[in-house]
């Protein structure tokens, strides 16, 4: 079953994991939980939606070469919401 988004996996080390997501339109990164601090670096300007695990709505602006981070813990899907075209993040997770 396609999700309508791809993660790329950049680079892996013992203290980094770089991705590279694209969620297309219409298209979601499932329910999942980050076990790690990271850093969002998005490369385009647009708007996500993220649904947290407790059903609580983010709506994300994106500003392209804007980072922001979140805390280890973080439990949620994320939506591009028909947008006319691909989100695309790139998430570096701290792993040590």
């Known amino acids: 079953m396609s999700t309508?988004?791809?993660?790329?996996?950049?680079?892996?080390?013992d203290h980094f994991r770089v991705t590279k997501w694209t969620i297309a339109?219409?298209?979601v990164i499932p329910m999942h939980r980050h076990d790690f601090e990271y850093v969002?670096?998005?490369m385009v300007t647009d708007r996500m939606h993220v649904v947290t695990s407790e059903?609580?709505?983010i709506t994300a602006?994106?500003?392209a070469g804007t980072s922001y981070t979140r805390a280890a813990g973080s439990e949620?899907?994320?939506e591009n919401r028909g947008g006319a075209s691909d989100i695309v993040f790139v998430e570096i997770e701290r792993l040590a």
Do not use: F, I, K, M
Not at 4 to 12: M, P, R, W
């Open 25 to 27: 339109p219409g298209g």
């Open 76 to 78: 949620h899907r994320v």
């Open 55 to 57: 059903g609580n709505e």
């Open 40 to 42: 969002v670096v998005p």
């Open 4 to 13: 309508g988004s791809t993660g790329e996996l950049q680079l892996e080390n």
């Open 61 to 63: 602006e994106l500003v």
